[in-house]
Structures are given as C-alpha cells and as structure tokens.
C-alpha cells in the first residue's frame, strides 16, 4: 500500500468547509487508488512564498526522509504558481 502524503494551501481561512471539501477529495482519492494517508500538510493563512510555508516544507523533509511514497494536491497551483519555483519544488520531491 503507498503512503501518501496530502497537501492543501490556502492563501486565506475565510470558508473552512472548503478546505474540509479538498482534504476529502484528496482523502477518496489515495483510497481509491490504493493509498493510505500518512500525512496531512496544510499551509493556511500564509505567504505564498515557500520560505514562509512550514507545512511544505515539512512535507518535502518527510518525503526525503523517506515517509511518504506520494504526495497529492488538488490543483498544482497550490504548490507554486510560479513555475520556476514550481520545478524547483518539483525536482526537490523527486530527487529521492
């Protein structure tokens, strides 16, 4: 069974349910596929900036060390909008 980790960002807390909704999906989402759920990251009411992230970042260390097989978000976006910053977060996770 893969262990997954789920990450979920969201630039302000102003509607919760939907935050609810997304970790949901994603939750159905890894049992359907095979997945258990070993990690839930969510960075709330913060920069998009990955440095202020600590829910990302946390996530990366865990997949280095090893924890999680995959991680899954709802949209792309929410690990980086941009895309240089994106492939570097990209190629982080994957490295290992």
């Known amino acids: ?55 990302l970042k946390r996530l990366i260390r865990d997949y280095a060390d090893g924890k999680l097989d995959e991680v899954l978000v709802l949209r792309i976006r929410h690990l980086s909008r941009n895309a240089d910053e994106f492939l570097k977060l990209y190629k982080r996770i994957t490295v290992n």
């Open 1 to 55: 069974m893969k262990r997954v980790g789920v990450y979920i960002y969201r630039a302000s807390n102003v509607c919760p349910e939907i935050l609810d909704g997304q970790m949901q999906i994603l939750c159905d989402y890894a049992k359907v596929n095979g997945g258990t759920i070993v990690g839930k990251y969510m960075d709330i009411d913060c920069s998009r900036d990955y440095k202020c992230r600590k829910a």
